[in-house]
């Protein structure tokens, strides 16, 4: 009876070694994909409610946290919230024209526009791309921007505020971009300050001026030369 006892109990051990060989990397991944979702729920929940987010959907263009590594698509991180929540109003009732911004902001409420712009507004902003622009080229844009007194409204290191934009570090195209829609109207500025300035620059002001700003550290100085 006793051997028997012995040879069941063994059975069994051999059972479980058995059942843990096989499955115990499964369970074990399980217990760390758990945690794993746990950690990712309370990110979720800190950075304004569950999965998923509006915000993901911007990471395809804009980047992770809104941070851009293509210099055709702005960087939203470190944007004043403010002018994030009115250039989503903008793009809703087509007051700036976009095919693809227009239909992604008109199917956001009030809320989430004010979540998103609260996001982003706080995310931690950095350059765009490394610039690697010519020194005369950026000499030139800084003189430039001296003369247009763009610090009075975009701030001393050009990180924006309230409906002002941040510049620094944007990218070089993006920038270009929109100081030549500002040119021709094709982008309107409610105070018309933006389309007055542009109207001034030529094409090589233009990507002078563009160069520069690309080519400053968010929050710092010039990466390059000045």
Excluded at 35 to 63: L, R
Excluded at 98 to 119: C, F, N, W
Aim: glycine share 12%.
């Amino acid at each position: 009876m006793k051997r028997a006892w012995i040879v069941s109990a063994a059975v069994v051990l051999a059972g479980v070694a058995g059942v843990g060989a096989l499955y115990g990397r499964d369970y074990l991944d399980g217990m760390h994909f758990e945690k794993a979702m746990s950690e990712i729920d309370k990110t979720a929940v800190a950075n304004g409610g569950p999965w998923p987010q509006p915000q993901e959907t911007c990471y395809f263009c804009h980047g992770a946290h809104g941070q851009s590594v293509n210099a055709w698509y702005p960087a939203l991180s470190g944007q004043p919230e403010a002018y994030l929540v009115a250039q989503l109003h903008a793009f809703a009732g087509d007051l700036r024209p976009s095919p693809h911004m227009g239909a992604i902001a008109r199917e956001l409420t009030d809320e989430q526009i004010k979540s998103l712009a609260v996001y982003f507004a706080r995310q931690t902003p950095a350059q765009s791309e490394a610039v690697h622009g010519q020194a005369a080229l950026e000499k030139r844009g800084m003189a430039l921007v001296a003369a247009k007194s763009c610090q009075a409204c975009h701030g001393a290191s050009f990180m924006g505020r309230n409906l002002v934009p941040r510049l620094a570090g944007q990218g070089e195209a993006y920038l270009a971009k929109q100081l030549a829609a500002f040119k021709t109207g094709e982008r309107r500025d409610p105070s018309g300050a933006m389309n007055g300035m542009a109207a001034t620059l030529s094409g090589e002001d233009i990507q002078a001026v563009a160069s520069y700003l690309a080519n400053l550290t968010p929050g710092g100085s010039a990466a390059g030369t000045q």
